[in-house]
T-cell receptor, first 114, second 112 residues
């Protein structure tokens, strides 16, 4: 079990659907992240939130829209996705943004776009 | 940008020792971390080297040489449960905020 909880675990959506991924942590961490991971590849950073403010956007297409309602919650809103967006979406948090502050990952949402 | 290279696959025998290497090219360097990820699971943090030398945590050790832009993860007394993917990772900073970039990953298979 991890201390970062992601829902749903699996999601299948059509290209015209709108869905949301949810992430929750109760460790008091001040930074939260969205990563995308394709099969047999490393996680790739999408977004960084610090103190509930979007701090880094790695040039992610606008069909992915992050939201941080409060310090414990992080959402990723999905709209008009493409089949190539199918991947494992990982949420992570860290205590702060020092170089030695480890990332704590959730188990991810496995997304399939049909 | 950041570039971290690792061998794609390593196979080792249960009870043996295995070393997983990581070479990096980064703009600015703040340290090297290692993460483990089992199939279908979340990456979990193993270790961090901010300075040159060896850091030991139980059966796992991690080494860093800044002058060689090189590090490795050493796993001793291998167990079947150590079969997983291992990623080196480096933090960098954009506008004062941390972003972590992962290496290409090494899939370790432990055989009886």
């Amino acid at each position: 079990d991890t201390e970062v909880t992601q829902t749903p675990k699996h999601l299948v959506m059509g290209m015209t659907n709108k869905k949301s991924l949810k992430c929750e942590q109760h460790m008091g961490h001040r930074a939260m992240y969205w990563y995308k991971q394709k099969a047999k590849k490393p996680p790739e950073l999408m977004f960084v939130y610090s103190y509930e403010k979007l701090s880094i956007n790695e040039s992610v297409p606008s069909r992915f829209s992050p939201e941080c309602p409060n310090s414990s919650l992080l959402n990723l809103h999905l709209h008009a996705l493409q089949p190539e967006d199918s991947a494992l979406y990982l949420c992570a948090s860290s205590q702060d943004w020092q170089g030695n502050s480890p990332l704590h990952f959730g188990n991810g949402t496995r997304l399939t776009v049909t | 940008g950041q570039s971290l290279e690792q061998p794609s696959e390593v196979t080792a025998v249960e009870g043996a020792i295995v070393q997983i290497n990581c070479t990096y090219q980064t703009s600015g360097f703040y340290g090297l971390s290692w993460y483990q990820q089992h199939d279908g699971g979340a990456p979990t943090f193993l270790s961090y080297n901010g300075l040159d030398g060896l850091e030991e945590t139980g059966r796992f050790s991690s080494f860093l040489s800044r002058s060689d832009s090189y590090g490795y993860l050493l796993l001793q007394e291998l167990q079947m449960k150590d079969s997983a993917s291992y990623f080196c990772a480096v933090p960098s900073f954009s506008g004062g905020y941390q972003k972590v970039t992962f290496g290409t990953g090494t899939k370790l298979q432990v055989i009886p």
